[in-house]
């Protein structure tokens, strides 16, 4: 039964330009209150066998228009999007749980950036030419769309991850069959409505929801899909891997992080504490590019740890769609008990939770009470072993621990499976520059967190992933790259 007598949203796959019914669905929750807000297809082998189908049928005709061509309707794409900005970011908070604050000012401008980002970044690139003049040779490359991408994108940023696949791949001329995840596929449904009306032709943008195990793993190990994105877990990109290796597709795997920041003594910490509550809590702390392991230097431990414990506690949790409200709620039931989890084992070890989960008391309104809320969380004293230190929580949660010198501490950073973000506290160049160069992270943020160059490549190491991605990357991973000889 429901406690509110909306009427369910039912969301239909979009294929070859029209929506189109499943035979099954599966609830969505709103987390924030935890009712059941919509109903998602249940999709599988025959929704992605019709999706790939439209997908190549599309291929000849939208990889043959001009970079120019496909630009200009990535744009009208991004104006719409941009046009009912408040609609979409409204969608967004209400069903991933973030922060009206934070749709509205990161996730949908961010889509809509997306959009017009490879818009005018296709453009722009060349190919190379070589000559041999001693055998009166010329080379020179083209490049060609590789044809039906399969992109699958998670729940953490669902509008803002899905454009930044979807994006690229269709301005470099493939056709796409897109899966968002079951938890949060509104946006990617209502982006659906308006692919007409920019002039995308029907086949060139497909979307069939559903869980991962059947619709993903349909797309994954389909032959006519050569070239798999993915964004999500380390453990289903894993699967990923085994599924698509008989097919030898191309892959480009986004994965977890276990970031760390490392603060020295001679940081500002005025510019430190705030940014480093934000990487630690923004969208409540499930970004991958989360900080969850702060190294602070011990001459300056303890003050850190007094302030930062004091300005964590003000961050405000409750009901998203409130602008006051810091903290929204988290993805689902199950995910907040497995961060929770994580505070109970750390207690266990003999950790010390400062604030947060357990210690202070949560105040909901009284329409939120059956949500998916959790105070940010800051434990001490955690030793690095602990799978608090070690695992991905992906909450609002973070560890604080203290070193003493530059080489312990790079080791001791390094000593995870993750490699995929980094920030560093200090005003000596000389340091950050060092210390910069020995961290194992694809990212490395110094003196400030989450600033991006989208033309810059965007990835991790070790199990944080496989493959960049950012304007010449994604160009490289959307294409086949041709060598041709002609003698004169």
């Not at 769309?145 to 669902?158: E, K, T």
């Not at 938890?183 to 920019?198: D, I, R, Y």
């Not at 505070?343 to 003999?350: H, L, R």
């Not at 520059?433 to 400030?448: I, M």
Request: hydrophobic share 40%; net charge neutral; glycine share 8%.
């Amino acid at each position: 039964t429901m406690a509110h007598s909306e009427a369910l949203l039912v969301l239909e796959n979009f294929i070859a330009g029209k929506f189109v019914p499943c035979s099954s669905y599966i609830d969505s929750y709103n987390p924030s209150t935890g009712d059941v807000y919509c109903r998602v297809p249940d999709s599988g082998k025959e929704e992605v066998e019709a999706a790939v189908k439209a997908a190549k049928a599309a291929f000849p005709i939208w990889s043959s228009k001009s970079p120019l061509e496909r630009s200009q309707i990535l744009n009208k794409l991004a104006d719409l999007i941009e046009h009912d900005l408040e609609a979409f970011a409204q969608a967004e908070s209400k069903d991933q749980g973030k922060t009206i604050t934070f749709a509205r000012t990161v996730d949908i401008p961010r889509a809509v950036y997306n959009f017009r980002f490879f818009a005018s970044s296709i453009l722009h690139h060349t190919t190379e030419c070589t000559e041999m003049a001693s055998v009166g040779c010329v080379h020179y490359t083209l490049r060609a769309p590789v044809g039906v991408a399969g992109l699958i994108s998670p729940w953490n940023l669902p509008l803002y991850l899905l454009t930044w696949k979807i994006a690229p791949a269709i301005a470099c001329g493939n056709t796409v069959v897109a899966k968002p995840s079951e938890m949060t596929s509104v946006t990617a449904w209502m982006m659906c409505k308006l692919l007409e009306k920019a002039g995308v032709p029907h086949g060139v943008v497909n979307v069939v929801f559903g869980t991962g195990a059947k619709a993903g793993e349909a797309l994954v190990c389909h032959p006519d899909v050569p070239l798999i994105s993915f964004t999500g877990s380390t453990l289903t990109a894993q699967r990923i891997t085994e599924k698509s290796a008989p097919h030898c597709k191309r892959l480009s795997l986004e994965l977890g992080g276990k970031n760390p920041a490392i603060v020295f003594d001679d940081a500002d910490l005025s510019q430190c504490i705030p940014t480093t509550l934000r990487s630690s809590f923004a969208n409540q702390g499930e970004i991958c590019l989360c900080t969850s392991r702060i190294f602070v230097q011990r001459g300056i431990y303890s003050e850190f740890l007094k302030r930062f414990v004091a300005e964590a506690k003000k961050w405000k949790v409750g009901n998203p769609s409130d602008p006051t409200v810091d903290v929204g709620a988290l993805i689902s039931k199950e995910h907040l008990e497995k961060v929770r989890s994580y505070v109970k084992k750390a207690q266990a070890e003999g950790a010390r939770v400062l604030c947060g989960e357990g210690v202070d008391s949560l105040v909901l309104p009284t329409s939120n009470q059956k949500g998916y809320f959790m105070l940010p969380t800051v434990i001490a004293e955690v030793k690095d072993e602990s799978c608090c230190m070690q695992e991905e929580i992906f909450g609002p949660v973070t560890c604080v621990v203290a070193f003493d010198t530059e080489d312990e501490v790079i080791g001791r950073a390094n000593g995870v499976k993750y490699g995929l973000a980094a920030t560093v506290w200090s005003s000596n160049v000389g340091r950050v520059h060092r210390v910069a160069r020995r961290l194992q992270s694809g990212l490395v943020w110094t003196n400030c967190w989450l600033i991006r160059d989208l033309n810059l490549p965007f990835g991790g190491m070790k199990a944080s992933g496989i493959g960049r991605e950012g304007a010449k990357d994604s160009y490289e991973f959307f294409t086949e790259v041709k060598t041709i000889t002609v003698k004169h």
